[in-house]
């Protein structure tokens, strides 16, 4: 089981950290990804982290990483993933998800969590 936490309401320009904890499973066998889905928009895949470390980038959002606006972590001892948001910005308002797949798996996130909101407001 997943579950997302940390989400909000912040203003324009805070910050946020989503973490992401699983139960039931060892997190260090699974590659693990943050997905949001904003109000009337599809679900998107924001960046992943493999079970080693390795992190992937969704393209349309390698400039927020590459600035540290946002970045992704995690920490298996503690079995938890992070997405860390800074300056946000109201266009990050969305439904924050993370997922997790076997790290021996296929590309299909298998796993879900329920989700936390962010709300960014201007």
């Known amino acids: 089981q997943l579950q997302a936490s940390g989400g909000g309401l912040v203003q324009t320009g805070g910050s946020l950290r989503l973490s992401c904890a699983a139960s039931?499973?060892?997190?260090?066998?699974?590659?693990m990804g943050w997905f949001r889905q904003a109000p009337r928009k599809e679900r998107e895949f924001v960046a992943s982290?493999?079970?080693?470390?390795?992190?992937?980038?969704?393209?349309?959002f390698a400039r927020e990483f590459a600035k540290g606006r946002f970045t992704i972590s995690r920490d298996n001892a503690k079995n938890t993933v992070y997405l860390q948001m800074n300056s946000l910005k109201p266009e990050d308002t969305a439904v924050y998800y993370c997922?997790?797949?076997?790290?021996?798996?296929?590309?299909?996130?298998?796993?879900w969590g329920q989700g936390t909101q962010v709300t960014v407001s201007s």
């Open positions: 039931g499973r060892t997190l260090s066998m699974y590659d």
């Open positions: 982290i493999s079970w080693s470390g390795e992190s992937t980038v969704n393209p349309e």
């Open positions: 997922a997790a797949r076997y790290r021996f798996g296929g590309p299909i996130y298998n796993y």
